[in-house]
Nanobody
Framework: QVQLVESGGGLVQAGGSLRVSCAAS????????MGWFQQAPGKEREIVAG????????YYSDSVKGRFTISRDNAKNTVYLQMNSLKPEDTAVYYC??????????????????WGLGTQVTVSS
C-alpha cells in the first residue's frame, strides 16, 4: 500500500503563489508515477499536472500551463506543485495521486491507484 499526505494548501490572493507538497510512503517512490488533481465545488476531479517516475517528463493541463510547475524529489519521497499567478478559478481541493508500476503519465483519475485526502487551496479576488 501507498500512503500519500498533502500539505501546504491555504488562502492566497489572486496573483500570489503557493506550493503544495505530497509525501509518499509504503513503496519505493521512484516506482511511482505521480499526479496532481483538482476538484472544485460541483465539478469533477480533473488532472492539473503529472510527472514521470524519474521526473524526466511532465504534463500540464491547458488551464495551468505556464503558471504551475510539478517536480519531485525521489530522495525525499515527495512531489511538489508550485503554483504561481494564482487565479480565483484555481480554488479547489488539490489531490495527490500515484500509480505503479507504469512509466507513462496518466491523465485520468481512474488510472491512479492511490490518493491522498486533499488540501484546500483558496484564491481570493
Amino acid at each position: 500500500q501507498v500512503q500519500l499526505v498533502e500539505s501546504g494548501g491555504g488562502l492566497v490572493q489572486a496573483g500570489g503563489s503557493l506550493r503544495v507538497s505530497c509525501a509518499a510512503s509504503g513503496r519505493t517512490f521512484n516506482m511511482l508515477q505521480m499526479g496532481w488533481f483538482q476538484q472544485a465545488p460541483g465539478k469533477e476531479r480533473e488532472i492539473v499536472a503529472g510527472i514521470s517516475r524519474n521526473g524526466g517528463s511532465t504534463y500540464y493541463s491547458d488551464s495551468v500551463k505556464g503558471r504551475f510547475t510539478i517536480s519531485r524529489d525521489n530522495a525525499k519521497n515527495t512531489v511538489y506543485l508550485q503554483m504561481n499567478s494564482l487565479k480565483p478559478e484555481d480554488t479547489a481541493v488539490y489531490y495527490c495521486a500515484a500509480r505503479s508500476p507504469y512509466s507513462g503519465i496518466a491523465y485520468r483519475d481512474y488510472e491512479y491507484n492511490y490518493w491522498g485526502l486533499g488540501t484546500q487551496v483558496t484564491v481570493s479576488s
